[in-house]
């Protein structure tokens, strides 16, 4: 019986007497469209199909597949076109066998296709190519229903194959486009003068041709091979550029400026209240121009207010603020923003053991190494006496040393205090905004009226919080670590409510030298005769002293001086290896030859980390170097919010006005949102600094600011720490920071 008459037990024989391999039908028959399986059809045995108008299909089925039905009346339907794609299928079978012997030797070649009734024409054919080790061998193909084919001898099929137009013109195609790519990068490295010439990439374009002949599959491999292999060779040529132009291991002389004004350093030493900063002031007021570069907005404000009251007049001029008075020839500035081109008479470094900071010591290197001063007055500890003294030898440049010796006593006070203790005119120093808060609001459970300094508040509030201070209006003040760098708080007492800070990273113990600073604030010439210092509601006065004792290795004599790239180096550097990717730029200078100076790279992930999100936008390379450059904390999500829609705004190349930052109304805004909007205008100002016409309403900003300022001050002075954006939380328990302690004596 053939597959004409249907044997009901499914064993019946093929075409032509060949036995059906029972696989092949149980495949073709699944995809027939009115053949269903038992399962499918809701019923657990196939006989059980009957009361739904099924059948058994009736054909060789192999073991445990034998449940395929189909409906009685479409049965001989559905037979005659299986029947009838085994039939296709057969000859496929056998055209592939005849392929195998006609077209033996040829371009052409005749495979399996996805589908049983059809084959695959593959054609072939290598491309040498000048420099690759091997041709490319490049393979088209067209897929043929495999009647096209059927009934041809072995030369009819041999010659209707070698002469598909079809295969001729895709394979003519694939040539010509592989030939184009190769003769791309091979143009791109013509004149190589190192070692990245074509033959450096034309291994790794022979391996990843190895296993890919199809023309689409093996470009999208080359470009990435080569895009690999392209970035390497300008990191590596980038690094090479760096190391021989730039030259960080010779920093000093990116500035000639400075190089050539035989400079005359003046070191002046001491401990706080030493009078460091009068001594500095005084040579700025003697000479004809001058710069005061500070560590803090606020002290760079306090001595320009302090030169112009004394009758030297002198401009502010930081990365968020700058203030012009007429006729002023003298600057006090953030050290950040030094410009190392415009030489004046004087020059004025503060606190210059910042040269030990791991995010901002950079600057401090710079301000060493470039300030563009006949004379340069280096303020700071007496630890970081050995460091200068070293730049000095470094540079071949003359130092001077004054000492200055502290004005009143200081001592330690000999136990811990508790929170009752606390008197008015004290200082307490705490390490966050959350923990000055806290002790704020333990300090005014027991009727004391504070103030708060702290970096997130606008300069302003700062200034009015240190004011009613100073006044006696409030009792107390509960201030950062940034009072140890010279801002006018005097006070009788300076006490630690913690012994550790977090540094960005980890939180680690206080070096000996910031115990000092900070410590050192205790204690005024002609206000306080003597100073305190001590511990209060944590920490052992032992532990404070253990600090003390402990030297402090970041400023010691071999200490390495981080130094981070300009604008100006990176856009050199961009120019010479072709490229706008600033990721690129920062890695080819993070790994600059330093060994045997006095220099290190220092760590630029954050600069890295803002590159990452500049790549990622439609921006030209300028307006990417400038980006780099923005005063954004990125770890502040207020602030990466506002850095986003900078970046936003350029590079949509709109004008953004301020309200689009900062609302028009401030009504009951707390604390926290208060110090978000005033970092806002900061930012806005920087923007409108670098892009004008992009960021309008430059003028604007200061009052807007100001107003801000104004109403921050007002709820920290009236309303607590509730309206300044904190919870109110339960008291904490005893031990923990800013909790009175329930027994007496150190913890043990």
């Given at each position: 019986m053939d597959m004409t008459s249907p044997d009901p037990s499914g064993t019946g024989p093929s075409h032509a007497g060949e036995p059906a391999d029972p696989h092949l039908v149980h495949e073709l028959a699944?995809?027939?469209?009115?053949?269903?399986?038992?399962?499918?059809?809701?019923v657990t045995r196939v006989a059980h199909g009957e009361g739904l108008g099924l059948v058994p299909l009736g054909l060789p089925l192999p073991k445990g597949?034998?449940?395929?039905?189909?409906?009685?009346?479409?049965r001989e339907a559905v037979l005659l076109e299986i029947q009838g794609t085994l039939d296709r299928a057969r000859r496929r079978n056998a055209l592939l066998a005849q392929g195998r012997r006609a077209l033996e030797g040829w371009s052409t070649s005749l495979h399996p296709a996805d589908d049983r009734t059809r084959v695959r024409a593959v054609r072939s054919d290598d491309l040498p190519w000048p420099g690759l080790p091997a041709p490319v061998r490049l393979q088209v193909s067209r897929v043929l229903d495999a009647m096209e084919l059927a009934d041809?001898?072995?030369?009819?099929?041999?010659?209707?194959?070698?002469?598909?137009?079809?295969?001729?013109?895709?394979?003519?195609?694939?040539?010509?486009?592989?030939?184009?790519?190769?003769?791309?990068?091979?143009?791109?490295?013509?004149?190589?003068?190192?070692?990245?010439?074509?033959?450096?990439?034309?291994?790794?374009?022979?391996?990843?041709?190895?296993?890919?002949?199809?023309?689409?599959?093996?470009?999208?491999?080359?470009?990435?091979?080569?895009?690999?292999w392209r970035r390497e060779r300008a990191e590596a040529r980038g690094r090479a550029y760096v190391d021989r132009h730039f030259d960080l291991a010779r920093f000093e002389k990116l500035f000639p400026v400075a190089r050539g004004l035989g400079r005359r350093l003046v070191l002046v030493v001491g401990p706080t209240n030493s009078g460091k900063t009068h001594h500095a002031i005084e040579a700025l007021k003697g000479a004809w121009d001058g710069i005061y570069l500070a560590p803090l907005r606020l002290l760079a404000l306090e001595v320009m207010?302090?030169?112009?009251?004394?009758?030297?007049?002198?401009?502010?001029?930081?990365?968020?603020?700058?203030?012009?008075?007429?006729?002023?020839?003298?600057?006090?500035?953030?050290?950040?923003?030094?410009?190392?081109?415009?030489?004046?008479?004087?020059?004025?470094?503060?606190?210059?053991?910042?040269?030990?900071?791991?995010?901002?010591?950079?600057?401090?290197?710079?301000?060493?190494?470039?300030?563009?001063?006949?004379?340069?007055?280096?303020?700071?500890?007496?630890?970081?006496?050995?460091?200068?003294?070293?730049?000095?030898?470094?540079?071949?440049?003359?130092?001077?040393?004054?000492?200055?010796?502290?004005?009143?006593?200081?001592?330690?006070?000999?136990?811990r205090l508790n929170w009752e203790e606390v008197e008015p005119g004290d200082a307490l120093i705490a390490f966050s905004r959350r923990e000055i808060h806290s002790v704020r609001d333990t300090l005014r459970a027991k009727g004391l009226s504070v103030a708060a300094v702290y970096g997130a508040l606008a300069p302003e509030v700062r200034r009015r919080e240190a004011a009613r201070f100073l006044s006696g209006e409030a009792d107390v003040v509960v201030a950062t670590d940034a009072i140890g760098m010279g801002l006018n708080l005097p006070c009788r007492r300076v006490l630690f409510t913690a012994l550790e800070k977090f540094d960005g990273t980890s939180v680690r113990p206080l070096s000996a030298t910031e115990v000092k600073q900070i410590a050192g604030r205790a204690g005024r010439f002609g206000k306080f005769e003597s100073g305190e210092f001590g511990v209060v509601g944590r920490g052992t006065p032992q532990a404070l002293r253990n600090l003390l004792e402990k030297a402090d290795g970041r400023l010691r004599a071999d200490a390495p001086l981080t130094v981070r790239p300009t604008r100006a180096m990176l856009a050199r550097l961009a120019d010479h290896i072709g490229t706008e990717e600033t990721v690129l730029l920062l890695d080819c200078v993070a790994d600059a030859r330093t060994a045997g100076s006095p220099y290190r790279v220092g760590d630029l992930s954050g600069?890295?980390?803002?590159?990452?999100?500049?790549?990622?936008?439609?921006?030209?390379?300028?307006?990417?170097?400038?980006?780099?450059?923005?005063?954004?904390?990125?770890?502040?999500?207020?602030?990466?919010?506002?850095?986003?829609?900078?970046?936003?705004?350029?590079?949509?190349?709109?004008?953004?006005p301020l309200g689009r930052f900062v609302p028009a109304r401030l009504d009951g805004l707390d604390g926290a949102a208060l110090e978000g909007l005033s970092r806002a205008c900061d930012l806005y100002y920087w923007a409108a600094r670098k892009f004008p016409t992009l960021f309008p309403e430059r003028e604007a900003v200061r009052g807007r600011r100001g107003e801000i300022s104004r109403r921050l001050a007002d709820l920290l002075a009236t309303r607590g720490a509730r309206s300044a954006g904190q919870r109110r939380e339960p008291p904490p328990k005893a031990g923990f920071r800013g909790a009175p302690r329930k027994r007496f004596g150190p913890r043990r």
């Open positions: 699944s995809a027939h469209p009115d053949v269903v399986t038992a399962a499918a059809a809701g597949k034998r449940d395929l039905l189909v409906p009685a009346e479409r041809l001898t072995d030369d009819d099929l041999a010659l209707r194959l070698e002469g598909d137009p079809a295969l001729a013109a895709a394979l003519e195609d694939a040539l010509s486009r592989t030939a184009a790519r190769l003769h791309r990068y091979a143009g791109e490295t013509d004149g190589a003068e190192d070692a990245w010439t074509f033959a450096s990439l034309a291994d790794r374009l022979s391996r990843a041709a190895r296993n890919r002949h199809a023309v689409d599959e093996l470009l999208e491999r080359w470009d990435r091979e080569f895009a690999v207010e302090r030169l112009n009251a004394e009758g030297t007049p002198a401009s502010l001029l930081t990365g968020e603020e700058a203030i012009v008075t007429p006729g002023a020839r003298h600057t006090a500035s953030t050290i950040e923003v030094m410009d190392p081109d415009r030489p004046v008479e004087v020059a004025v470094i503060d606190e210059i053991q910042m040269l030990a900071d791991p995010d901002r010591g950079w600057a401090w290197t710079a301000a060493l190494m470039g300030a563009p001063a006949e004379t340069v007055y280096i303020l700071g500890a007496p630890e970081a006496r050995p460091l200068v003294e070293r730049v000095a030898a470094h540079l071949g440049e003359r130092l001077e040393v004054i000492e200055l010796e502290r004005k009143v006593p200081l001592t330690l006070i000999d136990r600069m890295r980390r803002l590159a990452v999100m500049l790549d990622e936008r439609r921006l030209g390379l300028p307006a990417k170097l400038d980006l780099l450059l923005i005063p954004a904390d990125l770890e502040d999500e207020a602030e990466a919010r506002i850095l986003a829609a900078i970046l936003g705004a350029v590079e949509a190349g709109e004008p953004s």
